[in-house]
């Protein structure tokens, strides 16, 4: 009899923590979906946007005079600089969150330790720090300005040589990279790097026809177990799907997506168009006069020289999760974004 009831408590024990789990299956209380807050994944304005709108709102409930003040953007009051007109000051450390209704000018070596809000231009002297910054119109950062967390501009951006741009730098118009800038997330329309002095070379065409007749080739989703290797011109109607490297050494035309398991290796002063995405579990590097109006992602390095990305307003993203590299000559129309180092390659 003790028997039976040792093994009843036993069976017991073992069922009761399913107990909860049936329930939610018979009777389910928790069957929403998760909320995501796809403002902050999709919209790359979105710090400055949300701290614009903070900033709005506070002062809307206040008056504040022109010099220190006090805002309760949170549950503590915090210090606040208010300049109306134009604000050009020498080089200062600034403790308190500031903002200004016109133009900023900050000299060599300003440090500001909190938020900034500019309603006009912004103009950063070289080795300065910014924690975060919102700007309405234009913004200049000269050489080795540091970023700690973000900056958001509606207009242009120009950024000098060696300055780190910290978590996420946003911009509604042309962003103007220097050598030697790093970076984690950034977004243009579009994002440029210096200029190589190198002319597209058309070479291959002559009276309207190719010198050298490229190869037409069509694929339907077949996986190829091999390496790849082109190095006479050729068109590809459909994907690329490799289970291996593909390197590209001449005049290239694919009318679908490329996806390798191994390196995607381009290199050819000829005219390479991917009318699609590019997506590699390895390493990505396309140098070369290369137009693509789809996405590029590596799970582990890219390095673009001499590409042009997307389309004006038609935004497209480049991902690396470990490391990416932007030489000369790049155009990128949208996002591109690392787990890892970001920067801009300098003289070779």
């Not at 800038?181 to 009276?207: D, E, M, Q």
């Amino acid at each position: 009899m003790n028997f039976v009831i040792l093994i009843t408590v036993f069976m017991i024990l073992i069922f009761v923590p399913f107990i909860p789990g049936i329930l939610e299956l018979l009777f389910p209380i928790d069957d929403k979906a998760m909320s995501v807050r796809m403002d902050y994944s999709k919209d790359p304005s979105y710090f400055g946007k949300s701290f614009r709108r903070i900033m709005v709102s506070s002062i809307s409930k206040g008056e504040f005079k022109e010099g220190q003040n006090q805002i309760k953007l949170s549950s503590v009051p915090e210090s606040i600089l208010v300049i109306r007109g134009d604000f050009n000051h020498g080089a200062e450390n600034f403790e308190s969150i500031v903002l200004v209704s016109g133009d900023l000018i900050s000299k060599y070596n300003n440090s500001f330790n909190k938020e900034i809000y500019v309603k006009g231009n912004a103009f950063f002297g070289g080795g300065g720090v910014i924690r975060a910054a919102a700007v309405d119109k234009n913004a200049e950062l000269k050489e080795q300005t540091k970023i700690i967390r973000w900056l958001d501009v509606k207009g242009c951006i120009t950024v000098g040589e060696e300055s780190h741009l910290g978590v996420s730098v946003s911009c509604g118009e042309k962003f103007q990279l220097s050598k030697g800038c790093r970076f984690r997330r950034l977004f243009g329309n579009p994002i440029l790097t210096p200029v190589n002095a190198r002319s597209i070379n058309y070479g291959s065409l002559k009276n309207g026809k190719n010198i050298s007749e490229p190869s037409i080739i069509s694929y339907s989703n077949k996986i190829i177990n091999r390496n790849i290797k082109y190095e006479e011109p050729v068109i590809i109607n459909g994907n690329l799907i490799i289970n291996g490297n593909l390197e590209i050494k001449n005049e290239f035309t694919i009318n679908g997506d490329i996806k390798a398991n191994g390196k995607v290796l381009i290199d050819t002063v000829e005219n390479v168009t991917i009318n699609g995405n590019v997506v590699s579990e390895s390493v990505i590097s396309m140098k070369g006069n290369i137009k693509a109006v789809g996405d590029i992602f590596s799970q582990d390095e890219v390095y673009l020289e001499g590409v042009n990305i997307g389309s004006f307003n038609n935004f497209k993203s480049v991902i690396a999760k470990k490391k990416l590299t932007l030489g000369k000559s790049v155009e990128i129309y949208g996002f591109v974004s690392t787990e890892g180092i970001g920067i801009v390659e300098g003289e070779q």
